[in-house]
């Protein structure tokens, strides 16, 4: 299995010119450059999203170990961690691929609702379905995108780009409420499940208080056996189930780590560690860099 940290390690592994900006990517499907599109791949999973818009015209493309139907609708999303796998596929010369960094919404105003969005965390078999006249609010929303990207000079703004997100997300979101009002209520994979249980043990000072919740508490939490919750984890997300809750808390802790008048060790205890040099160990461990280097570069 490949894991890609960045979207310009993903894009030249797929045979597509490097991004602009780092953190985001828009490509329209109309352009040449798909053609040279790698048309299968290996298991893969990333550290970014992925919002595709009517795209796929044929092959076998799977998440984790399901196969993905592709025909029954328009509108996929993927988050980080999913696994990810396509053979023999070919793109529609129509729509959009918009990715972006999970890193682009650290310390924004959707920082702290993106796990709450059903339609990236429900159970990725089939896209959502959606009808003509959404098909074209989306088709101008991804333009509009991709015009800003493309009129962009190494820099685009922020506020923008969050803008925009928050509003395709929004506008995904109520879709998915609506294909699956009055329906059973969809159940969100785990991976989704526990970090929003973590986020909300952060919030209410639980992990200060009492620290990290070991595999035995969140097992008890989800009213699941840890065999079958480590193994829908692996399936999912490729990660043991500790590997998972490691990175989940060290995601936390950055929107934490923005916050100057915290201290690294205020950080620390906040996110249920002891000590303040495991913390930074297991930061670097996952992040590739300190919690120090962290703040210095946002």
């Known amino acids: 299995m490949i894991h890609f940290k960045e979207i310009s390690e993903y894009l030249e592994y797929i045979n597509l010119p490097q991004n602009k900006l780092s953190d985001i990517y828009i490509l329209d499907m109309k352009s040449d450059i798909v053609k040279e599109v790698k048309k299968s791949s290996d298991k893969i999973t990333f550290d970014f999203y992925i919002i595709g818009l009517n795209y796929i015209e044929k092959g076998d493309i799977r998440y984790g170990r399901s196969e993905y139907n592709y025909s ?8 980080p961690g999913q696994i990810f796998e396509w053979n023999n596929v070919e793109l529609k010369p129509e729509g959009y691929i918009f990715l972006f960094h999970k890193r682009l919404l650290e310390g924004s105003c959707i920082a702290d609702s993106i796990n709450n969005y059903n339609a990236l965390s429900y159970p990725v078999n089939h896209p959502l379905q959606i009808s003509k006249v959404e098909k074209d609010v989306l088709l101008s929303l991804m333009s509009n995108i991709y015009k800003e990207y493309e009129n962009s000079d190494e820099i685009m703004s922020f506020d923008i780009c969050v803008s925009y997100i928050k509003l395709l997300l929004n506008y995904s979101q109520r879709i998915y409420d609506k294909q699956y009002k009055g329906a059973v209520t969809v159940r969100k994979k785990l991976s989704a499940t526990i970090k929003n249980y973590l986020a909300d043990c952060v919030e209410a000072g639980i992990l200060e208080r009492e620290g990290i919740p070991n595999i035995d508490v969140i097992a008890d939490r989800l009213k ?30 950055k929107n934490l780590l923005l916050k100057p008048e915290l201290t690294v060790s205020e950080v620390a205890f906040r996110m249920g560690f ?5 913390y930074s160990k297991l930061f670097k461990q996952v992040e590739g860099i300190t919690p120090k280097q962290f703040r210095n570069i946002r």
């Open 72 to 79: 029954s609708g328009d509108l996929n999303m993927i988050a």
């Open 224 to 253: 699941l056996m840890k065999t079958n919750l480590k193994r829908g984890i692996k399936e999912e997300t490729g990660l043991s189930l500790q590997k998972f809750i490691n990175h989940t808390v060290i995601d936390e802790s």
């Open 274 to 278: 002891q000590y303040t040099q495991y």
